[in-house]
């Protein structure tokens, strides 16, 4: 896929919505309705969540093939899904996949749909095989670290729309009951043009896994992924990017045309914190001038806040990014009075509702993508020191991490270093 321009996500957008406005073409019915088969590759924290909210949004869905880079996450996951949803967890030796080549075999066991949940750095290559098999597909936020990994995502977007195969993604706040709620007000004009957005996501560092000795370079850096840009895409991409999505939602999904940003590593030390930043200040130009903004850093004994602080033309609207409640000011007092549904079930009902044909195909894809680049090219604009445009990051060439796969050395990465780091290195 060569010379993505901006305007290819934006006409994507508006034929998506021309669809959702009209008749659908023909829903993915699953014909029978034999229990759906789940497979899910990256049995972690949350792929083990996202499997158990599959099995509650269905009692005839089953847990039919595991695939993880390593035995004991696999083993470990299956033990805890088994004890909240016994047999139904129960997966047999034969599918049940370890090593790189695990997410394919997980694809070609029989299974209906994938949960993709590994570090995000898999995540092209995963969303890739299990659309091209005509699986349906749920698969975590960042879709990609960098790039060359998103235009893959938008090359299986297409596919997944021509195959009509559901593609959901876990930018889990687009099913949060109230945060719908909260952005059809703005987008009704609760608060007039939406003139600034500034989001925030500052939180205390994650979890590190010190190295043991038995473990490999790449072994230390798979299991500690969230310290390396190439597994975690860095915390603007990983974690800060639901707060991206958010400003990305808000601007009903227009991608921005460039970025400028700063960011550092002023408290990380030691190796067991790889090379990522723990801080960042990003500011999107779009182009009619305004400018959106996302501060976000991780580090301890600091001040923590995960609100969204959004200004119109004739009013405010704060939306707490830990539970969602919204509270507006100026031209609205509207609050959200509505059902309080935990997100992450919302997901899986939907999915299986659209997997069974009772509800339309569902395409996350043209806004997973593009926020996952927005969220990149956040970092890339600090990494490198230059205003960056929306179309350079998405046409660039760096693709993050070794080229082959294998449990062996694995230099950590050097710090990126503003004003030398080049965009295509
Ligand atoms: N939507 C949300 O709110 C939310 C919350 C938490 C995590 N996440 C996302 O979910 C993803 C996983 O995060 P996590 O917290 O579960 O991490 P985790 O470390 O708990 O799990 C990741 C799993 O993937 C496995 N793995 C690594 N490389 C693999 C490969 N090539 N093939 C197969 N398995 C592989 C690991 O061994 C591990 O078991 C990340 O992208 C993260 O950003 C989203």
Known sequence: ?????????VKAASAVSAIGATTLPGWAVQEKRDPIKVGFIGCGGRGTGAANQALTANKDAVIWAMGDAFEDRLTGSMKSLIGEKGTRAEVPKERQFVGFDAFQ???DSGVDMVILTTPPHFRPEHIAAAVKAKKHVFCEKPMAVDGTGVRSVMESVELAKKNNTNLM???CWRYNPALRATFKQLHNGAIGDIESYFATYYAAPLWTKPRKESWSDMEWQM????????????HIVEQACHSVDKINWAMKNEAPISCTSVGGRQMHDGVDRGNVYDHFGVMYEYADGRRMQLHC????FCYNDNNDYITGATGTCTVNGWTGAPVFTGSSDWTYTGEQA??????????????????PTVNDGDFMAQSTLMAILGR?????????????????TTRLGPKEYAFGELDIPPV????????NR
């Open 1 to 9: 896929m060569s010379n993505v321009t901006r305007r290819d996500f």
């Open 297 to 300: 850093r991780q580090m301890p």
């Open 342 to 359: 935990n997100m992450y079930q919302v997901e899986h009902n939907e999915l299986q509702a659209a997997i069974r044909g009772d509800a």
């Open 380 to 396: 890339e604009a600090a990494y490198t020191g230059q205003r960056v445009s929306f179309e350079d990051m998405l046409n660039s």
């Open 169 to 171: 993604s876990g930018f």
């Open 223 to 234: 299991r500690n992924w969230v310290h390396y840009d190439w597994l975690s895409g860095d």
């Open 416 to 423: 990126a270093e503003p004003g030398t780091t080049k965009l």
């Open 105 to 107: 075999k997980v694809i």
